[in-house]
Nanobody, 127 residues
Framework: QVQLVESGGGLVQAGGSLRLSCAAS???????????MGWFRQAPGKEREFIAA????????YYADSVQGRCTISRDNAKNTVYLQMNSLKPEDTAVYYC?????????????????WGQGTQVTVSS
């Protein structure tokens, strides 16, 4: 079992930046560094959408086209934390942002492959 707690959301003007954090704690067994970590978001009335994912070591990252070039995912395995740096934010980035952990994935963007989820953090971008 892995518990994930997101933080760093808030209200920001268009063009601004936010850095989301997701702290992980595992009751036992598999360590944080052995999980693929991803960020997803869900806007009101829309389906949950993949944003970014990072491999166990942090050596490989994957991004949705909608955020490519504006977001950077990273992880610090010593701190059991994954980050999402978001720049040049747009009103359409407004959503609840979730981090998720997967023991392994064959499809980075598929939310069904992630085993554990946080409660989410609200990001609101004003125009």
């Amino acid at each position: 079992q892995v518990q994930l707690v997101e933080s760093g959301g808030g209200l920001v003007q268009a063009g601004g930046s936010l850095r989301l954090s997701c702290a992980a704690s595992a009751a036992s067994g598999r360590t944080f560094s052995r999980y693929v970590m991803g960020w997803f978001r869900q806007a009101p009335g829309k389906e949950r959408e993949f944003i970014a994912a990072v491999s166990w070591s942090g050596g490989s990252t994957y991004y949705a086209d909608s955020v490519q070039g504006r977001c950077t995912i990273s992880r610090d395995n010593a701190k059991n934390t994954v980050y999402l740096q978001m720049n040049s934010l747009k009103p359409e980035d407004t959503a609840v942002y979730y981090c998720a952990a997967a023991a392994s994935v064959s499809s980075w963007h598929s939310d069904s492959e992630y085993d554990f989820w946080g409660q989410g953090t609200q990001v609101t971008v004003s125009s």
